[in-house]
């Protein structure tokens, strides 16, 4: 991860702060530089925010699953998949429950 890059992305949230895809790929830059902390909390607050952000439970699940949090991996998968009933995001519910089936599997 560029420093820079990040750098910027929080100079484009600062002039939008309610800006979603900026908070998204704010977390994201983070997990690529190795901050799953950061990462994670960043994706668990924009879901509490906006829990229709689809995209971000599977994000969520894959860092959560990376620092040893399985169950809330898996957990988050599932909320994932009922948000995408609500949504009709098929694509985003049938990746989730794949994940959440491999999350499980090696639980």
């Given at each position: 991860?560029?420093?820079?890059?990040?750098?910027?992305?929080?100079?484009?949230l600062?002039?939008?702060?309610?800006?979603?895809?900026?908070?998204?790929?704010i977390?994201?830059?983070?997990?690529?530089?190795?901050?799953?902390?950061?990462?994670?909390?960043?994706?668990?607050?924009?879901?509490?925010?906006?829990?229709?952000?689809?995209?971000?439970?599977?994000?969520?699940?894959?860092?959560?699953?990376?620092?040893?949090?399985?169950?809330?991996?898996?957990?988050?998968?599932?909320?994932?998949?009922?948000?995408?009933?609500?949504?009709?995001?098929?694509?985003?519910?049938?990746?989730?429950?794949?994940?959440?089936?491999?999350?499980?599997?090696?639980?």
């Amino acid at each position: 991860m560029s420093s820079n890059r990040l750098e910027q992305l929080r100079s484009m949230l600062a002039e939008e702060p309610g800006d979603p895809f900026l908070r998204y790929a704010i977390a994201l830059e983070r997990w690529r530089a190795g901050d799953r902390e950061g990462a994670a909390a960043d994706l668990e607050s924009l879901l509490r925010e906006d829990p229709t952000y689809v995209a971000c439970y599977y994000q969520l699940a894959q860092v959560l699953a990376e620092l040893g949090r399985t169950e809330d991996a898996v957990h988050t998968c599932h909320a994932g998949a009922l948000q995408c009933l609500v949504t009709g995001d098929r694509k985003t519910r049938a990746e989730l429950l794949s994940l959440k089936e491999d999350l499980e599997d090696t639980a």
